[in-house]
Structures are given as structure tokens and as C-alpha cells.
């Protein structure tokens, strides 16, 4: 991922550092990691940085397009380089997993709003929230009700 990396980095005008490149492969290998984990992933790769450090390289990054940073309600930021594509996200209610799930539409339905009250909309988030299956499971084993459907 190196070379694509710091490729990707000099195409958008970021300066090549070992903590961007460390970062870019930890979003890589981890999507939708919070920040704090992705702090451990880095500093597992390239040893002693910090936290601040992965945190403006998270920023930059962000900023940039090279990574999306999501935030679902009542949850640390999260980050993933699957950019520029129309995908949404489902979040598990108990247990926080986070999973990519395509715009049912498959196209950008969400974007053509009745009236857009002059806004040049070019973006739009989609949250599915519910139990993911080891929860359901669990909930299900211990006697409790499961999430009602239309909650």
C-alpha cells in the first residue's frame, strides 16, 4: 500500500510523513475504527507518536477525501477509506458494530430533495440502526425481547 499511498498523498497536496502513511494503512485494515483505536494501530506499526499527531493526520485526511470520518448519534467519530461511492452504514444498538451496506436504491435518490431551501447538495448520510446478529442472538438466549421492529 506504500507507493499507492504516498501517491495518493502527493495528489492531493499532503506532505508524505510516516504518521499519514501509518494512518491511511490503519483505516485500511480497520474501517470504521475510532480514533483511539486507530492511535494503538499506529503506534503498533511505527512505534512512539502521538496521539495528537494521528488525530491531525486523521483530520487532514479527512478534509481531503482520502478517508471518511462518520459519527452516528451517541458515538465516537469513526473513520474508512471507502470514499466516493454511494454507501450507507448499519450500527448495532448494543454493541456498537458497524457494518457498510449499499443504497438500496443504487443510485443517489437522498440527494434530489423536494425543496433543497437553496442548499447545492452534494451529500447525504444514511444511518440504519438495529441488533446486529450476535446480539439478537444473545437477547434472544437470555429471554429478553428482542429490539422491536418498528422502534
Known sequence: MSDHAEQMLREHGIQVTAQRLAVLGAVSARPHATADDLVNDVRAHIGAVSRQAVFDALGVLSEK????RIQPARS???YEDRVDDNHHHLVCRHCGRMVDVDCAAGYRPCL???????????????????LCPSCRKAAAASGQEPLDQHH
Open 65 to 68: 477525501g482520502l478517508i471518511r
Open 76 to 78: 465516537a467519530a469513526r
Open 112 to 130: 434530489d430533495v423536494v425543496d433543497d431551501f437553496g442548499f447545492a447538495i452534494d451529500e447525504a448520510e444514511v444511518i440504519y440502526w438495529g
